[in-house]
């Protein structure tokens, strides 16, 4: 029996606020514990919440962004249940009125585009976090990020492959960043997922049973798990069991997921209207307001770095997945760079060396990297030389010129000088001589590389190329 997938993602975005969403403690991560609290947070007796705007117009500009329907009125509901790093015993969150509603976004997975929908996107406070004790049993609560806004993002059940998901996370991520409402940091939380999946039989139209996956702190962790929960359901129906409603987490070690508890309902949770709150009303003015705040979002850039810049679509797609490393292009380019060497030496030796870190973390400048590629344009240094500067460059953050005068790098493009090392080489190599002007001539390689050893590297390769084969013909 074939069955089919069906996957819809939540996702928790930490907003870029610099306080709380009630309160006016900080929201900076790292501090020592409890020590960004307030009464508010805390849910001392007595004490009322005041909404941070800013999370509002995050939201909007979220919303936006996704092609979603902003609702005029929303309203803030309590979310009842109890665990120890919640100390109002209730969160603060949206239920039956939210913020945004019926949005969407497309993805490309094997060359294919899809749309996916996006149900809602409400407002909500963080809980705390929980610190275990690993040498005694005993766990620690740390209140600093209770009270820090979360958007929470819910997909559609349109998601079909775990390569579609992890496609769709890294979609929401990258408008999140582009948008600057969110550093996307899934290591620090502020950037967190929790995926529903079942498998129902291919053309079945009742979903069948879903497990909720957690704890999946990276794109890989996310569809690792889902491809393993894919594996474990169908087992399972195939041998005649049922799948069991449950939260389930994810175990990186062991590969595998693991029982959490029974899945619990929205009933529950007892949501009712927050009496503290009253209703959010937006109108059309301060839409269109944040609407002007809008920049460039992925698939906009994307476009215009095919048509601008001629680079093919998957140049484009790769260097605009992420705005930073869209920005460091454009800069290196806007130096006097050519767009497609650019493109290559980003996609192939910067991001090599970068081994998975941030572009934000590279030592090379975007003008440092196109006064690189001018060099090897006007003749300065050749192409492989200048890899050599590039990675000295990676190491010590120096410009390519003082690292080429250093090192004494400077091509050698100086015809007399090339003719008598090629002359030698042509005279220390007779056999090969016969070979090539036998016909075989892919020996023009070993004499080029001959050179490039006699010269250190440094010789022009073109000039090389010419020489050589004027002599050869002689």
Sequence with gaps: MEFETVIGLEIHAQLKTKTKIFCGCATTFGEAPNTQTCPVCLGMPGVLPVLNSQVVEFSIKMGLATDSRINRVNQFARKNYFYPDLPKGYQTSQFDLPIVEQGQIEIEVDGKTK????????????????????REPLSYVDLNRTGTPLLEIVSEP?????????????KIHAILRYLDICDGNMQEGSFR???????RPMGQEELGTRTELKNMNSFRNVQNALEYEVRRQRDILLDGGTITQATLLWDPDRNRTESMRSKEEAHDYRYFPCPDLVPIEIDDEWIERVRTTLP????????RFTSDYELPEYDAGLLTASRELADYFETTVQAGAQAKKTSNWIMSELLRELKGEEISSCPVKPEQL????????QGTINGKIAKTVFQEMMQSGKDPEVVVKEKNLVQVSDEGEILVMVREIIADNPGQVEEFKGGKTKLMGFFVGQLMQKSKGKANPKMANDLFSKELEA
């Design 370 to 377: 196109g006064a690189l590629l001018i060099m090897v344009d």
């Design 296 to 303: 460039e979002l992925p698939d906009q850039r994307k476009a």
């Design 158 to 170: 349109d998601l079909r492959s775990p390569e579609e998901a992890y496609a769709y996370l890294r």
């Design 115 to 134: 749309t996916i929908g996006i149900t809602r996107m409400h407002m909500e406070e963080d809980a705390g976090k929980l610190i275990h004790d690993e």
């Design 193 to 199: 997922c929790d995926a529903n999946i079942s498998l």
